[in-house]
Structure formats: C-alpha cells, structure tokens
C-alpha cells in the first residue's frame, strides 16, 4: 500500500501547485506508515525530478515521453491507473489545479474510487478518511468520509505553505502501455495566461474592475502588477465587455484565486466576485467609493481615485525594491 501523487509540470518545471500535493501525499503517507510516490510526464531533469524529495516523496515514477509534455486528461488517467496498480496505492493525491480538476474526476471513475475535489485539511484518519472542503464559495466547510477501498483527493492551491527539507526521491523510469490511440488529441497552441505569472499559480494578484472605465487604462494595473512579480485579474463585467480576457475573470463563475495578497482596483466587491477571491490571506482594496461593500471583506483598505493612487503605490513598490 502507498500514496500515489500526481506532479505535473510546464514546460519542464513541476508546478507549484504540485509541490503543494506532492507535501500533502508524504503527510498523509506518514500518517498511515506508509510511502509516496511521485508520477511526472513528460520531459523534466533528472534534478527537478528528485528535488520532490524536498516535498516528501520517497520515489519519484518518470514517463519521460516527450509526446506527454501537454498531457489529455484521458491519456493521464491511463498512465495513473496503471502506476496505482504498480504501486498499489491506496490514496491518490492531486492539486485542484486545472489538470488535477480535469484527471481526478475520470480516475475516481475509472478506480470507483472516493474524492473529495479542494480539499482543506489532512484527513482525520481516527474516524474513517474525513478531509474538510469548503462549500458554498467558501462560506462553509463539508467533512467529507471516503469510504471507497481507494480514495483521491485534490489539494486546494495555497492552502498550505512549503515547507522544503533537503531529502531527495529516487528517480524510476515507467513505461505504461501507451499506443498511438493515446495521442489522438494533440493540443496546438500552450499559451501562459494572465501575464508573467500564471494566475492560479500566484503569491500575488493584482484585479481591476469596471471602475478601470476602459481597457485603455490597463496600464496602471500592469505597472504595479509588474512592478510587484503578480498576476492580473479582472472582474466578470470587464471580460464580459472584452476589456481583458476571459481567463483573467475571478469569482463565482470565473477562476478561484487564494494568492498571499490581492490587491483590487476599481471592483466594488459583489459577492460574486468575493466568491473566487475571499480565501485570499491579506486583500487590498483602491476604491473611491468609501460605501464600496468590498472593503468589509478588507484587510486594508484605500479609498481614493485608482488613477492617482495605483501610480503612487507603483512608484512606491519600485523605490522599495531599490
Ligand atoms: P461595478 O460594480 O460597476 O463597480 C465598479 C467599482 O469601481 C465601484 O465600486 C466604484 O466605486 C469603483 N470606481 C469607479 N471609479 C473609480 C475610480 N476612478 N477609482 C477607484 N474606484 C472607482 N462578478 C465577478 O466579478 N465575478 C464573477 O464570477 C461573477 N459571477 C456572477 C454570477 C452571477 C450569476 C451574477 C448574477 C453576477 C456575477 N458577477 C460576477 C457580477 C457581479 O454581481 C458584479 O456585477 C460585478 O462583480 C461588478 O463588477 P465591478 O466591481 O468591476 O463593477
């Protein structure tokens, strides 16, 4: 019996988000006296590949197949089936990331394994295999009991810190049984979203809304976005209207984002938008409006016009940044 974890990687680096699930599995593996195992498509290093050691993993399992660098959720799910009977796990441990969203569903239905998708906490092992969610956006908790022999579950990003040791994880090449049936979808473009950082990857994220008036005053919020190492974001009126993309949209029917800090301008903080970013630890509000029903949800607040403060807090980041 293991822990299995999927670590899935861009461009050659395994993703943030997958160090997070990487650390969980080795918790829950510890907890249960048992090992982890990490499984990475793809190209990646050899040294990449045995760092997950930093995050727990014991073994690290490579299907070095460069066909596999953009992995189909359905090829995913078959490599991961086969490496959960090679390693007899009995947990299988995702990020809630977009892959993890798009593969733990079908291997739950593939293994009829138990999942519980965003999970929050460790699962309380003394009492079944209860692991908290939020439901609801977030306005409440589920402790949800996998009672399935096998059971997933998908880590919601930044919800916990890394912590790295300096252990490192034995690399093992794996060979699934592939065919060319398994590359019938091939995707034609990979485009990194929202700017330099990708969005749900992001410590810091930096929003704008309608209070922006125009996708021609962009520039502001890059500046400081820029100037900060933070992705962009925007409500759903302003990707409604094509001001930005509809990738950047954040809320109830958008992206959930959980960065260390975001900063909105201009957004005037409906409870649709607070949906998709109320798990945020530290939120900055820049509204001129002093009713704006966002800065409740505020840990600081600055009301003011977004046009001259946004440009003052940029200058103020890069003088601070030398
Ligand atoms: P507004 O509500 O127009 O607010 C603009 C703000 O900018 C105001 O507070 C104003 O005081 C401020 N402002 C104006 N000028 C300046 C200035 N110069 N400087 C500083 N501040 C200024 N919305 C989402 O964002 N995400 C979702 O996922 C989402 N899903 C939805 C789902 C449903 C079913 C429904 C019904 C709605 C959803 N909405 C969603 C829409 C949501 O209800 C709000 O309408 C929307 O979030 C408002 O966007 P906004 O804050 O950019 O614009």
């Known amino acids: 019996m293991s822990v299995l974890i999927f670590a899935d990687q861009f461009q050659g680096k395994i993703k943030k988000s997958a160090l ?19 499984l990475v498509a793809g190209e990646v290093s050899a040294e990449e590949l045995a760092s997950l ?53 079908q291997l739950s239905s593939r293994l009829k394994a138990g ?16 692991v908290k969610k939020n439901v609801f956006s977030g306005k409440a908790f589920a402790n949800v ?35 060319d049936a398994d590359f019938r979808i091939k995707p034609l473009k990979v485009e990194t979203i929202s700017g330099e950082v990708p969005l749900t990857e992001a410590e810091i994220v930096v929003s704008g809304g309608r209070g922006l008036k125009g996708p021609e ?23 409604d209207a094509d001001w930005r993309p509809h990738h950047e949209h954040v809320g109830q029917t958008g992206f959930t984002v959980r960065p260390n800090l975001y900063i909105a301008i201009g957004i005037s903080g409906a409870i649709q938008h607070l949906a998709g970013v109320n798990g945020s630890k530290v939120i900055v509000v820049i509204n001129k409006d002093p009713e704006a029903p966002f800065f409740k949800a505020a840990d600081y607040g600055i009301v003011g016009d977004a046009f001259e403060v946004v440009p003052k807090l940029t200058a103020a980041v890069k003088k601070y940044k030398g």
């Open 53 to 105: 050691g930093q995050y727990g993993a014991q073994k690290v399992l490579h299907v070095a197949d460069a066909r596999l660098n953009e992995l189909e959720a359905g090829t995913a799910t078959k490599i991961l089936a086969e490496a959960v009977a090679k390693e007899n796990a009995a947990v299988v441990v995702f990020s809630h990331n977009f892959s993890g969203r798009a593969i733990a569903p």
């Open 115 to 130: 999942l519980v998708a965003g999970a929050i906490s460790l699962p309380d092992t003394a009492n079944g295999f209860v």
């Open 145 to 179: 009991n996998i009672t399935s022999e096998k059971k997933i579950v998908s880590v919601l990003p930044n919800t916990f810190s890394l912590a790295p040791t300096d252990g490192t994880a034995a690399v093992e090449a794996f060979a699934p049984a592939l065919t």
């Open 217 to 239: 005053h962009w520039g502001i919020l890059e500046d400081l976005a820029h100037a900060l190492g933070a992705a962009t974001a925007c409500s759903r009126p302003v990707a």
């Open 20 to 38: 997070e699930a990487v650390q969980y599995g080795a918790k829950v593996a510890a907890q249960s006296g048992t090992t982890a195992t990490a």
